[in-house]
């Protein structure tokens, strides 16, 4: 499986992105795939993950204001950011793997076996 992470950008406090991670493969139903962000000079921490049968997790410093959607037809996951905040800033990573559904390893990016390249969230306050 390869991913691919888009829709990054600069967007003022309080608005809105949406990020797309685009996967290729046709078993790409069978993936849970998460969301991972990496701020400067911080570790990979947790986002969002969303199961091959659409059950969603959040961390608890997005959830509410993010969602996470997947559209197996498109190959496609999302993850909507709403009233982002500065300290959302940070590389965005989609992850993907297979092998587990328990939420305890859907939470932890080592766990996870396909990783796209990364997009830039840069929220301006």
């Known amino acids: 499986v390869q991913l691919q992470a888009s829709g990054g950008g600069l967007v003022q406090a309080g608005g809105s992105l949406r990020l797309s991670c685009a996967a290729s493969g046709r078993t790409f139903s069978r993936y849970a795939v998460g969301w991972f962000r990496q701020a400067p000079g911080k570790g990979r921490e947790f986002a969002a993950v969303?199961?091959?049968?659409?059950?969603?997790n959040y961390a608890n410093s997005v959830k509410g204001r993010f969602t996470i959607s997947r559209a197996n037809a498109k190959n496609t996951v999302y993850l909507q950011m709403n009233s982002l905040k500065p300290d959302d800033t940070a590389v965005y990573y989609c992850a993907a793997m297979i092998r587990s559904s328990i939420l305890s390893d859907l939470r932890v990016g080592d766990t996870y076996d396909y990783w796209g390249q990364g997009t830039l969230v840069t929220v301006s306050s």
């Open positions: 969303i199961t091959s049968g659409g059950t969603t």
